[in-house]
């Protein structure tokens, strides 16, 4: 690899590299992952704010009527994956989680709490798009092996996996994060 000394000049392959050396597996497990509290949430077929208690634990969000539910069966879930993305919205402590096939609207009662959702919610996304492709997907690879990779006239050994119609290549053989 080799770029410039200029910072704006950098190969995106060195910019990649150096961003996934910041989300390792030790920093991640640091990350606070679980958290459990009051949100207010817009209804699906009927707009109406509802107050629920939300548990997030296991990469899962779900929700109950009040906190004394939780042991019973959740009111709804909200699919937590790769795809999902968090955006502030309009109103106080208000945050859309939006995922591919609906956007949830969340109020929380407090910026402090809005924070502390957001954060929490950021980490397991992150885990979710860190995560090896085949570990998201559930499929098994249908070829992985070492290969010599050449870019630019210059060649490197690298790690590949082909899983379903996706081709992606490691710097090692346990890497978790692919890189171009």
Partial sequence: MSYTSSNNSEEPEH??????????????????MEKCGWLTKLGGKVKSWKRRWFVLKNGELRYYKSQGDVARKAQGHIPLDGMCKIARSNGAHTFELVTTKKIYYLTADSSSTLEEWIQVLQNVLRRYNTQPMFEQTGQEAAIKGWINKVKHGHSKKCWCVLVGKTFAYFKDKGDKVNFS
């Fill in 15 to 32: 910019k990649l590299l150096k961003t996934c050396a910041a989300y390792t597996t030790e920093n991640m497990k640091k990350e606070a």
